[in-house]
């Protein structure tokens, strides 16, 4: 959203603890997985010292993937970008930008001239019976999505891809580049929504979109980190000693009942965000039937993490794995990234669209 199009490039999804590349190949309506890598960003005891790690990373993951080119797909997500719904009585094209600057005013959490709004407007609504606000029935409305960063986020981002030797050619939000790829393979039912819940290493993403609206998004702090800094804490183990029995099946589904207890309190905080958001979307948004929950990214490959969510939320709950429908050939570079850990590469696919 932040940048152009026209190049043929790769998704480059940066996050705290990994950096993740996916290019897909597509013919037709169909997508293929043509290379795909991840690689850990090896911790540091200061900025400095995590700036160049994450650098070294990408420039590993790149080349291990075997990638040709330069130009990458980036996103951008957290508390200070925002991605939200616009709906305003019909609009004259050369008033719609003003008010979508002055709706960002509302909401952002800095000055607009500290950053970047950007907007795409979606096919006219008709109003409905009912409807507030003195609002006609058959009344035409502008609707769209805006996003928004600061120029810092954005500088910080291009100048990490710029320092590995690469060119960020597109920079979208990690929310969009999930509707991305939730809205290319996964099938809405008439008068139901989708709530996706993306968990990576420093924030989650909540999408919920239904076929016939606009989709809402939010970004919540409670993220991978931050619960296993919660047991880390609680059990006297350092988050490292955390993350190592959490990839044990053993320790994590309950052979160690401790931990997985001290897991499910954890998941509190986030459970929490995840039902305010859907009753908030039902109250204020769209008034569709939520009844599955979708799990991706790296922390839903924890194993019991799914079944703890499940057993609080009233909706039921799947993990979502964008390359089920995806083809990736054995003899793709990083084909086993892929069929091990698929849920986690789910912005870095949904990026990877975003070029072709």
Not at 150 to 160: D, E, T, V, W
């Amino acid at each position: 959203m932040f940048g152009w199009n026209g190049y043929k490039g790769f998704g480059l999804d940066i996050g705290t603890s990994a950096v993740k590349a996916v290019q897909l190949q597509k013919t037709g309506d169909e997508y293929r997985v043509q290379a795909a890598w991840q690689t850990e960003i090896v911790p540091a005891g200061d900025p400095e010292g995590y700036r160049r790690n994450t650098i070294e990373a990408i420039r590993e993951c790149v080349a291990s993937a075997k990638i040709k080119s330069r130009y990458a797909v980036c996103g951008v997500s957290g508390s200070e970008v925002i991605v939200r719904n616009f709906r305003f009585p019909e609009l004259p094209e050369e008033e719609i930008e003003p008010a979508v600057r002055m709706e960002a005013a509302q909401v952002c959490p800095f000055e607009m001239e500290q950053g970047v709004v950007v907007y795409h407007q979606t096919p006219f609504e008709t109003a409905g019976a009912g409807e507030s606000g003195g609002t006609a029935v058959g009344e035409k409305k502008t609707t769209g999505i805006l996003a928004a960063a600061p120029h810092k986020i954005i500088r910080a981002k291009q100048m990490l891809v710029k320092s590995a030797g690469f060119h960020c050619a597109i920079l979208e939000t990690d929310s969009l580049a999930l509707l991305n790829g939730l809205r290319s393979y996964q099938r809405i039912p008439p008068g139901q929504a989708l709530v996706l819940v993306n968990v990576g290493a420093k924030y989650s993403n909540v999408i919920i979109t239904a076929g016939d609206g606009i989709p809402f998004m939010r970004d919540l702090p409670h993220a991978g980190s931050t619960m296993i800094e919660q047991v880390a804490q609680e059990s006297q183990m350092t988050p490292e000693q955390v993350r190592a029995c959490l990839r044990e099946p053993r320790q994590a589904a309950g052979g160690n009942l401790e931990l997985a207890g001290r897991l499910k309190g954890a998941c509190q905080n986030l459970l929490s965000d995840i039902s305010e958001t859907i009753r908030y979307y039902k109250a204020h948004i769209g008034f569709a039937q939520t009844e599955t929950v979708l799990v991706s990214g790296g922390f839903s490959l924890v194993p019991g993490f799914l079944e703890f969510l499940g057993g609080e939320l009233p909706e039921s709950v799947a993990r979502w794995n964008p390359f089920d429908q995806i083809p990736c050939e054995k003899q793709v570079t990083g084909a086993d990234w892929i069929h091990r850990c698929g849920p986690g590469f789910a912005v870095a696919a949904g990026l990877a669209m975003r070029t072709l």
